[in-house]
């Protein structure tokens, strides 16, 4: 892994309370922090667990998974029936929960990871996040693109049997200003097109949002529903799932 804009630190005070596997006693340490072209991106670790902060903001944590999960088996499950070896595009490494589902299950296809943060990919390929996604980045069907998905989305040309994004903690809750527009008529309107007929779209999120239900309706999608999991603390995680018309 490069080191070059790597700073390391002593332990940081939590952003959230103590996660599941943890104790009121483990600190977050900070293993790796970068700055990039969309700002910082920080890996670390609390006892067991590991969590990835973008520009001072939790994405996400080893500690769970279900809903990345979800994300991956709700989107297959929403195809039509006797599809055959369906392409996956997943918006988001993060901690590499939903590449490991997608990879674990043989009815899939081609599967395409689009990740912007360098630093990211590196934690899987040479660090420690390989526990997790190693399998999975063997897998002769998985291709990793270092990639804004925001404008990868807008101008690539190939179409896939379903797009699962996880790359926010919800279409209005971004990480970064740049992402909302993923999330606006426009936006929403290249995933359609990035989707073959019939093709589901997928989005996390974590919370339930009825504006984004609509707006996904007036984007020209079918058969919109979310689908919940119930989490230790708040609201539900979600998926939105949405069809484009066959």
Known sequence: MTTRDVRFESPAQPLRPPLPGSSAEDSPVTLER?????????????GE??????????LMDTSDGRSERLLIDAALAALPVGREQPSVLIGGLGVGFSLARAAAEPRWGRITVVEREAAVIDWHRDGPLDAFSGAALADPRTEILHADLVTHVRT??????????????GPGWTVTDDNDGLYSPTGLAACRARLTPGGVLAVWSAQPSQE?????RNAGFEGVRTEEITVARGVP??????LRAA
Request: hydrophobic share 45%; charged share 30%; with cysteine.
């Open 49 to 58: 667990i590991f969590e990835i902060i973008a520009n001072g903001c939790f």
């Open 237 to 242: 995680d979600v998926v939105h799932l949405a």
């Open 34 to 46: 970068r700055e990039g072209p969309y700002g910082e991106v920080a890996l670390r670790r609390r």
């Open 156 to 169: 690539a040309t190939d179409r896939h049997d379903a797009l699962c994004l996880d790359i926010d903690n």
């Open 212 to 216: 984004f239900e609509e707006a996904l």
